[in-house]
């Protein structure tokens, strides 16, 4: 508990390097067509991600830091796909050949909002544009409440073989609270009808720090989703945000557990799901020996994006849809975030592009480095092809974290203990220059 109050400070997540505070913005759209059309001719033969970000919700669960639309009219469902279509269009027009997909998420918001009929005619239109790779992975994510056994039909014989519900937690007064209501007779009932149409691989989110959160809580709602065996479970942080979502204003700071207590939250699941024979893969997340994640993990395979981890490793990742962020691997670009701007934009024919950094030869060797230690738990600088200028600060700083345990550092490697694992974001802290270099332009 001592490493955890000292080590306990907001740290970003790192599904990118840099990270979007400390982005450049200095990516026109003329620039990024630029860098997609040449990540295409380098990377297509690989395979390409896409990610197609559904904002709507029909009603807002107040611990949400995601961007959404919240309202009931589901007329707002075709002229949203519309403009989805007209920008994967604009990525088409851009491209040297048909794409070949081998990774497509659908997040949100809530993706099962919108129809079945709807997301057919979506991913059929795109699906029928490209190529599939055999190893593809398509995943969606689903509310409990309102997932049906038609969306998943209709998802699966499109070819997604993996789905994530959000859980959160089963504690009549912490649903209550964040206004996020699901019974476990409901998420069993979605899980059996899951597994019985064939998927294979689904995943439970949880939050720990929620308000009203307890041990016996916490305790309770893992219990019962072990006995579920779900292949793979996240167990995230509740980062409290009021500032940022409103919504959060529903309770305060008095409401949350306090840090110590937090971290005993984390411990108490965490605890459950290894006796439960779920393995530690990364951070927050945990799967059984017959999942692909597990498998990944233990062959050095797993890849990080702004998907979070995936057994896929993809160089080109096309996001479509309001706030969401492509990759060209030297380039990011964050699209508009509201859903009327983003439409007006597309339809004008242009990328909706309003945030974007274009990567320097240190920021993709820092991003190496910080995807090494989030996926493989450890990094090296053995050539100078590794190494960047602030290197020897970043390794001052890991001194004190090698005293406190967390890391391994000998002969220009660095090697993530077991306790340090809890802390690797604090680890790829030490690494992120730009991080440190905007912290001291303030005291300067």
Known sequence: MDLVTKYNKAVPRYTSYPTVPYWDNNLTEEKWIDHIQKAFIKYNADGISLYIHLPYCESLCTYCACNTRITVNHKVELPYIESVLK?????????QGKPLIKEIHLGGGTPTFFSPENLTYLLSTILNSVEISKEYDFSFEGHPGNTTKEHLQALYDLGFKRVSFGIQDFDEKVQDTINRYQTFEEVKQVLDDARQIGYTSINFDLVYGLPYQTVESINDTITKIISLKPER????????VPWLKPGQRKYSEKDLPADSYKRSLYETGKDLFLSANYDDIGMDHFALPDDALFDASKKGLLHRNFMGYTTNTTKLLVALGCSSISDSWDAFAQNIKTVEEYQKVVNEGHFPIFKGHVLTEEDLIIRQHILNMMCKNETSWFDDAQKFS????????LKDLEKDGLVTVINEKLIVTETGKAFLRNICLCFDTRYWAKTRSRYI
């Open 233 to 240: 479970i996240a167990f995230y942080s509740y980062a409290h």
């Open 87 to 95: 920008e994967w269009q604009l990525y088409l027009n851009q491209f």
């Open 390 to 397: 602030s290197l020897p600060e970043a390794l001052e700083q």
